[in-house]
């Protein structure tokens, strides 16, 4: 099992920045691909930006430009720089990692953005 805990969301006005990060723990060993999605209210989750463990990003149309996922391979952590943040970006921010055949998902973290 690996457990993800995500800290640093909040509410910021428009053309603002926060920092999203994202702790794994458990058995994390052989984590690969970690990142983030969304959810925002009455939409689906969708995908925001991921990285491998070789740091391959694959970022959202909508963030690109604006965000920028990293990770620390020592520290098991992801993190998600946004900059430039706007009111669509606001939503539940989930972390994701994959692990073998397996997908593990943060509690999720509220990000908020006042125009």
């Known amino acids: 099992q690996v457990q993800l805990v995500e800290s640093g969301g909040g509410l910021v006005q428009a053309g603002g920045s926060l920092e999203l990060s994202c702790a794994a723990s458990?058995?994390?060993?052989?984590?690969?691909?970690m990142g983030w999605y969304r959810q925002a209210p009455g939409k689906q989750r969708e995908l925001v930006a991921t990285?491998?463990?070789?740091?391959?990003?694959n970022y959202a149309d909508s963030v690109k430009g604006r965000f920028t996922v990293s990770r620390d391979n020592v520290k098991s952590t992801v993190y998600l720089q946004m900059n430039s943040l706007k009111p669509e970006d606001t939503a539940v921010y989930f972390c994701?990692?994959?692990?073998?055949?397996?997908?593990?998902w943060g509690q999720g973290t509220q990000v908020t953005v006042s125009s």
């Open positions: 994701y990692a994959q692990r073998l055949a397996y997908e593990y």
């Open positions: 458990g058995n994390i060993f052989s984590i690969g691909t």
């Open positions: 990285i491998t463990r070789g740091a391959n990003t």
